[in-house]
């Protein structure tokens, strides 16, 4: 059998560096979004943050040959704040390098993790995955009885009539708990505006109150109701698109060498990472546990 002769652009594209300028295998870069929103984490996952995540968004959008960007959303929620600047991030990036982002829900894109998926273009969810929770939720306790059961005198110092509201260790306050309200109500406006601007023309009027009420559902029911596209997963539906040797590299953080050594987080140091390793677990199993996982 006789072989093809190799051109010029063939050649070149054997050679290791040059090669990849001349490969056309399609790529969808991956960024993948797993646990609570926010600065918590402990010592081997710190929290989604804009700061964690800045450098796998600017490499996602910057890889060679990428046809699309895939976000793997698994979170039951946390900070509107760092939901609000990776979702920006993502938009900007998008739109300059004109590049379509689908979103793959897992476990869950919840609260703040739907703010997430809402980012892309499309979200495709699996049947049983939980989505939505469009909702502001603030959780505390009250300490009041139990600090004078214990014999602890509690003191406190402070300049301006509000900065002690919502103090554990005295009776709640109604103004306190009014001025709370008026918090959450805006947060929720914000985060039902940017719900309405990614999908408005997916949801039904008719729906709004209970879409927006904190409630969440099971894929198959939010495919129903709009707040997704599609039911799927990431292997399976890339390759219907862009072919089976599409490839998805996972676009993460660099680590420093000790951490690469002990798998640890780069910022994460053994003695922070012990005194709140037990408080961030039990933190971050409660925002699970509000979406019954």
Partial sequence: MSKKPLTSRSW????????????????????????????????????????????????????????????????????????????????????????????????????????????????????????????????????QDAIGKLGVERRVYAAG??????????????????????????IHTQFKEWVLERRADKLEEKNHKTLFSGQFWTGRKALDLGLIDGLGEIRTVLRERYGDDVQTPVANKQKGWIAKKLGLDSKAGFSAGLAHGAFDAAEERAFWNRIGL
Avoid at 162 to 172: A, I, N, T, Y
Wanted: charged share 20%; hydrophobic share 45%; glycine share 10%.
């Fill in 161 to 186: 009539d509000s900065k002690s509201q919502l103090d554990p260790f005295l009776p709640e306050n109604p103004d306190d708990v009014k001025r709370l309200r008026v918090l959450q109500d805006d």
């Fill in 12 to 143: 070149l594209a054997c050679l290791p560096l040059i090669g990849k300028i001349f490969d056309k295998t399609p790529v969808v870069p991956v960024i993948r979004m797993t646990g609570v929103i926010g600065a918590t984490g402990g010592l081997r996952r710190p929290g989604l943050s804009l700061a964690e995540l800045a450098e796998p968004i600017d490499t996602a959008f910057g890889t060679r040959n990428a046809k699309a960007v895939a976000l793997i959303v698994n979170s039951p929620g946390g900070s509107p704040v760092q939901s609000a600047l990776i979702a920006q991030r993502i938009r900007l990036l998008a739109a300059e390098k004109e590049l379509p982002v689908i979103a793959f829900c897992e476990d869950a894109a919840a609260s703040g993790g739907y703010w997430l998926a809402c980012a892309a273009d499309e979200i495709i969810a699996a049947d049983a995955s939980v989505i939505g929770s469009i909702g502001v939720i603030s959780a505390g306790f009250g300490f």
